[in-house]
């Protein structure tokens, strides 16, 4: 690809700005435009190299079928779909390389891994809380992070162990914060991640981006991002 990277963002909204301005900072990347619902998306991916959507769910399937059409990898980190919307973006996966997931924070991609390690070799016997807080517009609860993190502690754990207790808080303009605790009846572990601004998802969008341009068809998730693999 010669040249800087062209940006499709899908989503005017805060996390669309936020990618808008960290691309503005960016030497190897550059912004093709913002679209949302009534726009021409076509002709935006027309000049695209890479589509990122941080829109809604209800615009999912506009979203992938016009990355479908001009064979544009696509970067997604649109929380709340449900399995229609899920389903659509495996099925994307087949004939273009997808990176979905729920939060494209670096530092929680690190934490889904260590959540893995740690829920094998603590086993059932401990109970699994996991608490987050957002801001106060924050529709879904608990968060599509929480619900990525109390995935990874299922796998991990495996069908003998009970599921995990979600504590969703809204209040402020909180970006988002997680814990997940670990309590026996003698000692309880704790992990926790925070954020103090969406700037740490626009870049990990951003390098999602740059990774997914190079792949193969398929779903990825960020932890495949920072593995570099």
């Excluded at 005017?12 to 435009?33: F, K, N, T």
């Excluded at 619902?37 to 935006?44: F, I, N, P």
């Excluded at 925070?194 to 193969?216: E, I, K, M, P």
Aim: charged letters at 25%; proline letters at 3%.
């Amino acid at each position: 690809m010669a040249g800087p990277q062209r940006i499709a963002v899908a989503g005017s909204g805060r996390m669309g700005q936020a990618i808008a301005r960290r691309i503005d900072e960016c030497r190897d990347q550059v912004l093709a435009g913002l679209w949302s619902r009534g726009d021409d998306l076509d002709e935006l991916l027309e000049k695209s190299d890479v589509l990122i959507d941080f829109s809604m769910p209800g615009a999912t399937r506009t979203v992938v079928e016009a990355a479908l059409a001009h064979s544009v990898p696509l970067v997604c980190g649109v929380t709340g779909l449900g399995d229609e919307e899920l389903e659509l973006v495996d099925g994307a996966a087949d004939s273009i390389a997808v990176v979905f997931d729920r939060n494209m924070s670096l530092g929680v991609a690190v934490l889904d891994t260590v959540l893995a390690d740690a829920a094998a070799a603590l086993g059932p016997e401990f109970a699994v809380t996991i608490h987050e807080t957002h801001h106060k517009h924050k529709q879904d609860a608990p968060s599509g992070t929480a619900l990525k993190l109390g995935e990874t502690v299922v796998a991990a754990r495996g069908s003998q162990a009970d599921e995990p207790v979600y504590e969703s808080e809204r209040r402020g303009e909180v970006p988002g914060d997680h814990e997940v605790r670990f309590e026996s009846a003698t000692e309880r572990l704790s992990f926790a991640h925070s954020v103090t601004t969406r700037d740490v998802f626009a870049d990990g969008a951003l390098r999602a981006a740059h990774w997914v341009a190079t792949r193969s068809p398929g779903r990825y998730s960020m932890r495949d991002v920072l593995s570099g693999e």
